[in-house]
């Protein structure tokens, strides 16, 4: 569905991105993720037909985004991240306008029905300059949504919503995403844990990993880490662990909690369970700690995405 | 073709929304009404002294023209690069639509308001046509209409052409307004005094066509031509700063 292969765009003597190479598959969400002016917009913009690149090809929908801009541009949704919208038209108009330049047939039912979709149906006859900042991403999110697009291109399209409709809209493009290609950009970590099969982290104009958020994890990790926690006194604890065979690191925690590391593949969990109640412990937890998509970020994007 | 329309139409109804578009229509049809009083109190006077001849309504869309020197400027300024300044542009652009439908589309509607307030100063020959025996001109008439359509399209698509460079919409209505300024005043001034070279500017003045000839009846082709090539080149100067937008 988006297929990206040597895509590069410089403005003027400043490369926004280089050399990037992705695919996204019908019927999968695949998140963008970086810091401000990492070149995630600028990618956005050549795959919606906005602006060609330099360098590189991409084919989306099947059709290649500079020399079939137009169908292209048919087949795409698209939400830019600034929702640019015509504050003195009344919602519905403005739908219809939208609808009537990509020739949807029977326009009025399809804009009540994606209105439905955003729950903006009751706002249709108010004009769009009066409406809250998250009332008008919907109504930019409604637009993308009104042709039934196969791929779906979303800028940050969760900003400005407030927590309700920040679940309501994920659950809008968990939805879409089944059937259709989404795309999309976002700076909320756990939005790309939660919502996308596969994120894309770009720093500096690249792409500095790819993969699934839980394989990103256990790449990264090299390790994994849980975490013991006994009832009572537990200063020798450490030892207690450290006597397991392969435990790497052990580390105490100011709460009385003994954190630990193991080389990944081989799970020590059972061996030290068994410790701990050997050295008379009661044992009350013993919890795997993940790496948060936080810290996965900063580990690729903190030190110019060189550390991996 | 049908993406032209459903932005002409767009923007014609979004002129109803300013108060800017009222604002111009009032400021040609006010000095129109008055000036058409004046031709009539002039002739009736003359009548009454047993001169002058018979008056026909050429001066007034004469005048029509002249006011949309500085009004049709008013009318494009925001046109495209109100577009750009409200990101909307990026809207436009990834729509399903050519460059040049988006440049038509914005054109077109300028042109329906404009033909809207020309259709409202026909009121004018018609009044003439029942006060003077033995009737008006009409082959005249449709002549000097027929100009007035022509030298419009061409000032709103320079308009509109103008109005694609710019993101600010005041820029756009100093340098649309420095343009015709030099092509109906500065460039026939040295044409006075020199004599080939002197026809060639008079023929790119942007008045003299409609003056001289449309104006008085005679539809030249050079006339037409004139104007449609500018309107022509207006489109494409437009069409040609989205596409530069796109790569910048």
């Known amino acids: ?21 992705f695919d996204a598959q019908q019927g999968e969400i695949v998140g963008f993720l970086g810091p401000n002016g990492a070149g995630k917009t600028t990618t956005m913009r050549i795959l919606t037909g906005y602006m060609p690149p330099t360098d590189g090809e991409a084919i989306v929908a099947g059709y290649d985004v500079v020399e079939e801009s137009l169908e292209v541009r048919k087949r795409v949704g698209y939400l ?23 020739h949807i047939p029977n326009v009025d039912d399809r804009v009540d029905e994606v209105l439905d979709m955003v729950g ?20 930019g999110l409604a ?20 927590p309700g409709q920040v679940v309501e809209v994920r659950e809008l493009i968990r939805n879409i995403g089944k059937e259709r290609t989404v795309l999309l950009s976002t700076h909320l970590l756990n939005e790309a844990q939660n919502l996308c099969d596969r994120v894309l982290i770009i720093n500096k104009g690249r792409i500095v990993a790819e993969d699934t958020t839980e394989n990103l994890q256990a790449r990264l990790l090299g390790a994994e880490r849980v975490v013991v926690r006994v009832r ?6 450490p030892e207690t662990v450290m006597k397991v065979k392969g435990v790497q690191k052990v580390e105490s925690h100011s709460d009385g909690s003994v954190e630990f590391e193991f080389a990944s593949g081989k799970d020590l969990r059972p061996e030290v369970a068994k410790q701990i109640i050997k050295d008379g412990y009661d044992l009350l937890e013993l919890r795997p700690l993940g790496m948060s998509l936080e810290e996965i970020f900063l580990e690729l994007t903190g030190n110019d995405g060189k550390k991996k | 073709m049908k993406n032209i329309w459903t932005i002409a139409k767009r923007e014609y109804d979004n002129y109803f929304n300013s108060p800017l578009a009222y604002v111009v229509a009032f400021a040609i049809l006010l000095p129109l009404g008055i000036y058409f009083s004046l031709i009539l109190y002039v002739t009736a006077q003359n009548s009454f002294m047993g001169g002058g001849s018979a008056p026909d309504s050429t001066p007034i ?13 008013a009318l494009t300024m925001r046109l495209l690069s ?24 914005k054109w077109l509607g300028a042109m329906l308001f404009v033909l809207s307030i020309a259709l409202m ?67 026939s001034l040295p044409a006075n005094y020199l004599q080939e070279a002197g026809q060639v500017l008079n023929y790119l003045s942007l008045s003299y066509h409609f003056s001289q000839n449309l104006n008085s009846g005679s539809m030249t082709l050079g006339g037409i031509t004139y104007y449609l090539s500018l309107t022509a080149l207006g489109l494409f100067v437009g069409t040609t700063a989205i596409e530069i937008r796109r790569w910048r």
């Open chain 1, 143 to 162: 637009q993308a949504l009104l042709h039934r697009p196969e791929v779906l291109i979303l800028d940050e399209p969760t900003i400005g919503l407030d």
């Open chain 1, 80 to 102: 830019p991240e600034t929702v640019p919208l015509y504050t003195d038209m009344v919602v519905f108009e403005y739908l219809k306008y939208m609808g009537e330049l990509r």
């Open chain 1, 1 to 21: 569905m988006i297929k990206v292969s040597g895509l590069t765009k410089d403005y003027g003597a400043r490369r926004a991105i280089n050399n990037l190479n």
């Open chain 2, 82 to 105: 109100d577009e750009a300044r409200m990101g909307t542009l990026e809207l436009m652009l990834t729509a399903p639509i050519r460059d040049f439908e988006l440049v038509a589309g």
């Open chain 2, 61 to 73: 869309n004469w005048l029509f023209v002249f006011l949309m020197v500085f009004l049709s400027p």
């Open chain 1, 120 to 139: 903006l149906l009751e706002r249709a006859n108010g004009y769009i300059g009066n409406l809250s900042k998250g009332m008008r991403q919907r109504v």
């Open chain 1, 232 to 237: 009572g006194e537990a200063d020798e604890l």
């Open chain 2, 121 to 187: 100063t026909l009121v004018f020959p018609i009044v003439l046509e029942n006060l003077v025996s033995p009737g008006i001109d009409w082959k005249l008439m449709i002549s000097s209409y027929i100009g007035l359509v022509l030298i419009c399209a061409a000032m709103l698509a320079i308009g509109v052409g103008i109005s694609a460079i710019f993101t600010n919409q005041f820029a756009a209505y100093f340098v649309t307004l420095g343009l015709f300024f030099f092509l109906w005043f500065m460039i």
